[in-house]
């Protein structure tokens, strides 16, 4: 069973060995020490900017919501989704926000 996350203490932004540029209205990475390229549509990519510095799950959802026209399920669903995948594959790393008491 898939252990729930609760975003509300989850950071996400990038990993720093990540080599990117642009092309066309895609975004292009290198993992230098994998040896492996990903491309990111135009959406993707604004993920990617906006995940320059760290953002919770709610933060980056909200920025999104304001720039494109997309429902908010919609929205939540596919963030959710590319971030899990992003995680994944070690272009992002998450960080624990702790609680203030």
Known sequence: MRKKIN????????????ISGSLHDDLVMMDIDKGKYFALNPVATRIWELLEKELSFDELCKLLLEEYEVEE??????????LEEMVKMKLLRTVEQRNKE
């Open 7 to 18: 975003r509300l203490m989850i950071r996400y932004t990038r990993i720093e060995d990540i």
């Open 73 to 82: 399920e919609q929205c939540r669903r596919e963030v959710e989704e590319y």
